[in-house]
C-alpha cells in the first residue's frame, strides 16, 4: 500500500485503530522498526488488550535482538488472550531460535490447535530436527495438555476428539475454485463482491469499520450447483470447507442438537479462514410460527446465538447457507448480522449448459456430439436435468447395444430426443417463487426472480 497517502488519512484520522495497524504493518514491512513500534504503542494506549498491536510490539523486540523482553511479552499476552494462536507461534519461532526445542514444539501444537490455518510445516520440521520430540499439546479449559492424536485427523487435541464425536464432512482446504464451476459468471462476481473481497481484503474492510464474514444465504431451483458454488467460494479464499447436513446436528436427546450445532460452530472458528456451509438450511432455520414443539425453536434460537457470535467471534468464519424455499426461513435470520445477504442462484444460462454438457460427455462413446445444439435445447434446464438427459440417452444406446452384441455410441440424435422426454425441474419451483416475488416480497429479497422472469427491469 502507499505509505504516504496511508499516513495522510492517518493525520485526519488519528485514533483509527484499523488504519493505525494498517500505518504500522507498513513502515514495519520497509523495515522502520522504531516508528512501527511508536504506532503499535499508540493503539496499546486506546486500546489496552489489542492483540494484534501487542503481537506486534513482541515481534519488532524480536526483530530488534531482544528476544527474551519479546518473550516476556508474548507470556503476558498468552495469558491475557489465550486463544489467541498467533501469539504461541511467535513463542515457538523464538523458543527454536533460543534452542529450546520442546517448548516451541509445545507452543506450535497449541497455536495449531487453536488455528489449523497458522500451521507451518517448515517450522514444524526444523522443531522436529532440533529435537522437538513427536508428543502433540493441545490447548483444553485446563490449559495446554499433552494429547495423543490420530495422524490422519486434519485437526489435533481435543478438536480431532470433537471432529470424529460429530461424524463431521469437511475438507481441509476445498478442492475446486470458480473455474472449475462451468459459466454463471453473474453468480460469481455477486458472490466475490459480498465475500470474497473482504474476506482477501480484512485490514482494508477494517480501517472503514466493516469486518470480514458473516452469512451468505444461496437460493434458487433444487439442482442449480449452490453447493458446488459454495465449495468454490471456500477455494477462491483458501478457506477450510465445512459441509452440515441435518444428521451433524439433529439428536433426539433434548439439548444435545444445541451442543452439537455449537462445537460444529466453535470448530469452524479455530479452522479460519473457513466456510461453513449448512445445505437445506430451511430445515433447521424454519419459521418458529409453523412450530408446536419447544425443541425446533431451541435449535432456531442456538442458530441465531451463534451467527450473532454472541460467545464467540465469527471473524474470518463465513457462513453459506443454500435453500430452495427462503420463504419458509425465519425472518430473524434476515437481519443484518446473520444471513442478510441473499444470492439467487438460477439455473445456467446456455454457456453454462454448453459446459455442462461438455462435461457429462467426457469418457462416454459419443459421435456427432455438438454441445452447443444441447445447450440450445434445453432452456431452463438445471444441471441435475442435464445428467438426465445424457443417462436417459445413454440407455437408449446399452437397450442397443444389448440388442446388437456390440458397442454402440450415444448420438447427437439420441442426445436430442432424450432432451425432448425430460421436463424442466425449475418449472415448479419458479410457479412457487413468482408467487412469493409478487404478493410477500416486502423487503425486496426476491427481486431477482423477478428480473429473471422479466418480470422486473
Not at 488504519?19 to 512501527?36: P, Q, S, T, Y
Not at 470447507?241 to 472458528?269: C, N, P, T, W
Amino acid at each position: 500500500m502507499d505509505l504516504d497517502a496511508l499516513k495522510a488519512a492517518l493525520a485526519a484520522s488519528p485514533d483509527n485503530i484499523p488504519l493505525l495497524m494498517l500505518v504500522a504493518k507498513a513502515h514495519e514491512d520497509h523495515f522502520e522498526l522504531a516508528d512501527a513500534l511508536a504506532l503499535f504503542e499508540r493503539v496499546v494506549k486506546l486500546q489496552s488488550d489489542h492483540a494484534d498491536a501487542l503481537l506486534g510490539i513482541a515481534r519488532l523486540l524480536d526483530l530488534s535482538g531482544e528476544s527474551s523482553q519479546a518473550m516476556v511479552r508474548l507470556e503476558s499476552l498468552c495469558a491475557l488472550k489465550p486463544k489467541f494462536a498467533p501469539a504461541w507461534l511467535l513463542r515457538a519461532r523464538i523458543a527454536l531460535d533460543e534452542k529450546d526445542a520442546v517448548a516451541a514444539r509445545g507452543f506450535y501444537d497449541v497455536a495449531v490447535d487453536l488455528d489449523r490455518s497458522v500451521a507451518d510445516d517448515e517450522l514444524l520440521a526444523a522443531i522436529l530436527k532440533a529435537g522437538g520430540g513427536q508428543k502433540r499439546t493441545a490447548m483444553t479449559s485446563a490449559g495446554p495438555v499433552e494429547i495423543d492424536d490420530d495422524d490422519d485427523s486434519p485437526f489435533t487435541g481435543m478438536d480431532a476428539v470433537t471432529a470424529r464425536e460429530l461424524d463431521l464432512e469437511f475438507r481441509v482446504r476445498a478442492d475446486i475454485k470458480f473455474g472449475d464451476v462451468g459459466g454463471m459468471e453473474k453468480v460469481k462476481e455477486d458472490i466475490r463482491m459480498k465475500i470474497i473481497h473482504p474476506l482477501k481484503n480484512p485490514e482494508l474492510f477494517a480501517a472503514y469499520g466493516k469486518k470480514p464474514g458473516g452469512g451468505v444465504l444461496l437460493y434458487g431451483p433444487p439442482g442449480c450447483g449452490k453447493t458446488l458454488l459454495a465449495r468454490a467460494t471456500a477455494g477462491e479464499i483458501n478457506a477450510s470447507f465445512f459441509s452440515i447436513g441435518l444428521h451433524h446436528v439433529l439428536d433426539m436427546y433434548i439439548g444435545e442438537s444445541e451442543q452439537k450445532l455449537h462445537k460444529i460452530f466453535e470448530l469452524a472458528r479455530k479452522a479460519a479462514p473457513a466456510v461453513l456451509f449448512f445445505d437445506e438450511i430451511d430445515a433447521l432455520a424454519a419459521d418458529r410460527r409453523d412450530m408446536r414443539q419447544s425443541a425446533g425453536r431451541g435449535i432456531i434460537n442456538q442458530f441465531l446465538e451463534e451467527l450473532d457470535g454472541s460467545r464467540s467471534s465469527n471473524d474470518g468464519v463465513l457462513i453459506l447457507g443454500a435453500t430452495n424455499a427462503p420463504w419458509h426461513v425465519d425472518g430473524a435470520f434476515m437481519r443484518p448480522g446473520r444471513f442478510d445477504r441473499l444470492v439467487f442462484v438460477p439455473p445456467p444460462d446456455e454457456v453454462a449448459r454448453r459446459e455442462i454438457a461438455g462435461i457429462h460427455g467426457r469418457g462416454k462413446p459419443l459421435v456427432d456430439f455438438d454441445p452447443s445444439a444441447i445447450a440450445k435445447k434445453t432452456e431452463g434446464f438445471s444441471g441435475a436435468d442435464l445428467r438426465a438427459v445424457f443417462d436417459l440417452a445413454t440407455e437408449a444406446a446399452l437397450t442397443e447395444a444389448m440388442r446388437k452384441g456390440a458397442v454402440v455410441p450415444v448420438s447427437g440424435k439420441m442426445l436430442m430426443n432424450a432432451s425432448k422426454e425430460v421436463k424442466p425441474s425449475t418449472r415448479k419451483w419458479f410457479e412457487s417463487a413468482k408467487n412469493y416475488a409478487l404478493y410477500a416480497n416486502q423487503s425486496g429479497f426476491y427481486d431477482d426472480v423477478l428480473i429473471y422472469l422479466g418480470l422486473k427491469k
